[in-house]
């Protein structure tokens, strides 16, 4: 093997470095995807947390802490010499019936120079494999050497395609798994349910799976049959898995944003579903061991302060804790003063007032035992992108309290504390495609300001342009939180915890997985410096 650049190359797979928790396996087409990507999975080890397939690439991404960074790149450029073609296991065949009625199925065959009938037959005739998934949960791009056509998206995008609508866009067919903007081209509907977040695999389409479209003539269900759904974009209103589940919280008024929040959720990146969870994890964790309760339980994420809540005057007399810790502001218990980072009593129908913070971006209500919202593959996390998880939090929202209770609440705790600084230094990782750029030394050299345009999804920079040395399109590729994107326009994005699975643009660099947490408290006008750490490109040659 050898190393061009920062890629180590051997037996036809370039690995790139990912930042200091993924690897970014590169092959030549689609159908090196394939194989490379069922070899990984049939040959996974300990610490392998996410195997994600794209057009030209398989992330990669590891448990530094059980597998180390040199260990896994060694293990994915074996991947094609160490398993046998025999050895691996069969794809499941997956039957999705479809009836041809899609809006555009008459005009695209004219744009093709067919017919309706032939189109359709060939759609269904063909053997589809699903290459990956991404732009939303459950969303597979399928693909199949028996399909002919190059299809073109449509000029202007719909702002509502329908859940279970069977489309084609390029060379590939897909069906959505709920309602969601889109360009491609409606050919049919299916009733097969594509996403369901309650089971033990949600996805009903996952890389590696061969697809046959099976023509009906109704949208109802065969017996036994599950119907498609749509995955509402909000939950229901009832925050709690039960109506008061054992104490309430009622939200007054929720801010410019608020939201339940975990540690997030793992290892289903492969299924199209982002990490999200906390965008300060380490600071929820802290107002959680104030309380004695669980490091994983959920709390409200709060953005730039305005939320007010009341503890529900019918509440049981038994004693509740609540802290406070991340951002910086006001903070009051009817009328009186409070300090962050310390545990409080709640009275029932005491209301809690948060003002606008003077530092940081966002502070993280815990209480003792944590909030008990449902849980959604392994998570209580609101995706505020895909629509997962409660929804955002309104005025009349009642939180209920669970049951993660650790530990007694600390009776004095020493750990040092102050609001969050106004100035970031920010360390990152070498990305995979740092290639593309004439110099990636503006990244370092600059000052850095958060723009206006900053959310979970993402935070985007101000700053000079990064010039590129390689214009061409690149193909999608898997996506982590801290990844820093560069647009065509040059200013840089780094994705947060709801940030998409899958994206085009290149990564010039990745934020360490600790200096993510700094990331959750930038504001717009925050300043921010990047500095390199490791040599996460090095490996064996």
């Given at each position: 093997?050898?190393?061009?650049?920062?890629?180590?190359?051997?037996?036809?797979?370039?690995?790139?470095?990912?930042?200091?928790?993924?690897?970014?396996?590169?092959?030549?087409?689609?159908?090196?995807?394939?194989?490379?990507?069922?070899?990984?999975?049939?040959?996974?080890?300990?610490?392998?947390?996410?195997?994600?397939?794209?057009?030209?690439?398989?992330?990669?991404?590891?448990?530094?802490?059980?597998?180390?960074?040199?260990?896994?790149?060694?293990?994915?450029?074996?991947?094609?010499?160490?398993?046998?073609?025999?050895?691996?296991?069969?794809?499941?065949?997956v039957e999705v019936p479809v009836v041809y009625d899609g809006e555009d199925?008459?005009?695209?065959?004219?744009?093709?120079?067919?017919?309706?009938?032939?189109?359709?037959?060939?759609?269904?005739?063909?053997?589809?494999?699903?290459?990956?998934?991404?732009?939303?949960?459950?969303?597979?791009?399928?693909?199949?050497?028996?399909?002919?056509?190059?299809?073109?998206?449509?000029?202007?995008?719909?702002?509502?395609?329908?859940?279970?609508?069977?489309?084609?866009?390029?060379?590939?067919?897909?069906?959505?798994?709920?309602?969601?903007?889109?360009?491609?081209?409606?050919?049919?509907?299916?009733?097969?349910?594509?996403?369901?977040?309650?089971?033990?695999?949600?996805?009903?389409?996952?890389?590696?799976?061969?697809?046959?479209?099976?023509?009906?003539?109704?949208?109802?269900?065969?017996?036994?049959?599950?119907?498609?759904?749509?995955?509402?974009?909000?939950?229901?209103?009832?925050?709690?898995?039960?109506?008061?589940?054992?104490?309430?919280?009622?939200?007054?008024?929720?801010?410019?944003?608020?939201?339940?929040?975990?540690?997030?959720?793992?290892?289903?990146?492969?299924?199209?579903?982002?990490?999200?969870?906390?965008?300060?994890?380490?600071?929820?964790?802290?107002?959680?061991?104030?309380?004695?309760?669980?490091?994983?339980?959920?709390?409200?994420?709060?953005?730039?302060?305005?939320?007010?809540?009341?503890?529900?005057?019918?509440?049981?007399?038994?004693?509740?804790?609540?802290?406070?810790?991340?951002?910086?502001?006001?903070?009051?218990?009817?009328?009186?003063?409070?300090?962050?980072?310390?545990?409080?009593?709640?009275?029932?129908?005491?209301?809690?007032?948060?003002?606008?913070?003077?530092?940081?971006?966002?502070?993280?209500?815990?209480?003792?035992?944590?909030?008990?919202?449902?849980?959604?593959?392994?998570?209580?996390?609101?995706?505020?992108?895909?629509?997962?998880?409660?929804?955002?939090?309104?005025?009349?929202?009642?939180?209920?309290?669970?049951?993660?209770?650790?530990?007694?609440?600390?009776?004095?705790?020493?750990?040092?504390?102050?609001?969050?600084?106004?100035?970031?230094?920010?360390?990152?990782?070498?990305?995979?495609?740092?290639?593309?750029?004439?110099?990636?030394?503006?990244?370092?050299?600059?000052?850095?300001?958060?723009?206006?345009?900053?959310?979970?999804?993402?935070?985007?920079?101000?700053?000079?342009?990064?010039?590129?040395?390689?214009?061409?399109?690149?193909?999608?590729?898997?996506?982590?939180?801290?990844?820093?994107?560069?647009?065509?326009?040059?200013?840089?994005?780094?994705?947060?915890?709801?940030?998409?699975?899958?994206?085009?643009?290149?990564?010039?660099?990745?934020?360490?997985?600790?200096?993510?947490?700094?990331?959750?408290?930038?504001?717009?006008?925050?300043?921010?410096?990047?500095?390199?750490?490791?040599?996460?490109?090095?490996?064996?040659?």
């Open positions: 093997m050898v190393t061009h650049g920062d890629a180590v190359i051997g037996g036809g797979i370039r690995v790139r470095p990912f930042g200091e928790r993924a690897l970014l396996a590169e092959v030549d087409d689609l159908e090196a995807v394939l194989a490379l990507h069922a070899r990984l999975v049939a040959t996974r080890r300990p610490g392998i947390v996410d195997l994600v397939p794209a057009a030209q690439t398989v992330l990669v991404v590891i448990d530094p802490t059980v597998m180390p960074l040199a260990s896994a790149r060694t293990w994915v450029l074996s991947a094609r010499t160490d398993v046998a073609q025999g050895a691996l296991p069969p794809a499941r065949t199925l008459h005009a695209l065959a004219a744009e093709l120079g067919i017919g309706v009938a032939q189109l359709t037959a060939r759609h269904a005739a063909a053997d589809w494999t699903v290459a990956f998934t991404g732009f939303a949960p459950g969303f597979g791009y399928l693909v199949s050497a028996d399909w002919p056509y190059d299809v073109p998206r449509r000029a202007r995008p719909r702002p509502r395609v329908p859940a279970g609508a069977v489309a084609l866009a390029g060379r590939f067919s897909g069906a959505y798994p709920r309602s969601t903007p889109g360009g491609w081209q409606l050919i049919g509907t299916t009733p097969a349910v594509l996403f369901d977040p309650d089971a033990a695999s949600p996805a009903l389409l996952r890389p590696g799976d061969h697809v046959r479209f099976v023509p009906t003539t109704t949208t109802t269900p065969a017996a036994g049959r599950p119907v498609a759904v749509d995955i509402p974009a909000a939950a229901p209103r009832a925050v709690s898995p039960s109506s008061r589940a054992r104490d309430g919280i009622v939200v007054c008024a929720p801010g410019p944003a608020a939201t339940v929040q975990d540690q997030g959720r793992r290892g289903v990146l492969a299924d199209g579903v982002a990490l999200s969870g906390a965008a300060d994890r380490a600071a929820l964790r802290v107002a959680n061991r104030l309380v004695g309760t669980a490091a994983t339980a959920a709390g409200v994420e709060i953005t730039m302060g305005g939320f007010r809540a009341v503890r529900d005057a019918a509440a049981s007399a038994e004693e509740l804790w609540f802290a406070l810790a991340g951002a910086w502001g006001t903070m009051r218990l009817d009328g009186r003063p409070l300090d962050p980072y310390v545990a409080h009593p709640w009275p029932a129908g005491a209301e809690l007032e948060i003002d606008t913070f003077t530092h940081g971006a966002r502070a993280y209500l815990a209480v003792r035992g944590g909030v008990a919202a449902r849980s959604l593959l392994g998570s209580r996390a609101t995706d505020t992108l895909a629509g997962l998880g409660p929804a955002p939090l309104a005025a009349g929202d009642v939180l209920g309290v669970g049951s993660d209770v650790v530990a007694p609440v600390p009776a004095l705790d020493v750990r040092p504390w102050g609001p969050p600084a106004s100035e970031l230094e920010i360390a990152v990782a070498p990305g995979p495609r740092a290639d593309r750029f004439t110099t990636v030394e503006p990244l370092f050299a600059e000052v850095w300001t958060v723009s206006t345009q900053a959310d979970r999804v993402g935070i985007r920079l101000e700053g000079p342009a990064l010039e590129r040395a390689d214009v061409s399109e690149l193909t999608s590729e898997g996506m982590l939180p801290g990844a820093i994107q560069v647009p065509p326009d040059g200013h840089p994005v780094i994705l947060g915890p709801d940030g998409p699975v899958t994206g085009g643009y290149p990564v010039v660099a990745v934020v360490t997985d600790a200096d993510r947490d700094l990331l959750g408290q930038a504001r717009p006008g925050t300043r921010l410096r990047f500095r390199r750490v490791g040599a996460a490109s090095s490996g064996p040659s």
